[in-house]
């Protein structure tokens, strides 16, 4: 099992810019995903972002792509979301994630919140 961290969420304006970060409790394969979540209140949790350990391949969702930038350092273990240009509507609560030998394992989420 892979335990997940997550900091850096908080309260910005509206085209402000945050960076959140994920670190893992350990390693997994390099080839296995590793992303980003979120639950805006009221709904469901949606698929944000997602790379691999090895960086081969990054997806977003449409509403986030040039604004959002997934990265990770392999070094520490460690997922980045740096989201620029935030908007209302990316108020929500971001859960990272790694797939790994057991399945894939949640971290505890950290809040954003984008005022206008």
């Known amino acids: 099992q892979v335990q997940l961290v997550e900091s850096g969420g908080g309260l910005v304006q509206a085209g402000g810019s ?5 670190r893992a409790s350990k390693r997994t394969f390099r080839n296995l995903n590793v992303g980003w979540f979120r639950q ?3 709904k469901e ?3 944000v972002a997602e790379t691999t350990w090895s960086g ?8 986030v792509e ?3 930038t997934i990265s990770r350092d392999n ?4 997922v980045y979301l740096q989201m620029n240009n935030l908007k209302p509507e990316d108020t ?8 790994a030998e057991n399945g894939r394992n949640w971290g505890q989420g950290t809040q954003v919140t984008v005022s206008s």
């Open 56 to 63: 081969f391949r990054t997806i977003y969702t449409e509403s």
């Open 92 to 99: 929500a609560v971001y859960y990272c994630y790694t797939d």
């Open 40 to 42: 805006a209140p009221g």
């Open 66 to 68: 040039g604004r959002f």
């Open 18 to 22: 945050l960076r959140l970060s994920c």
């Open 75 to 78: 070094a520490d273990n460690t």
């Open 45 to 47: 949790r949606a698929f």
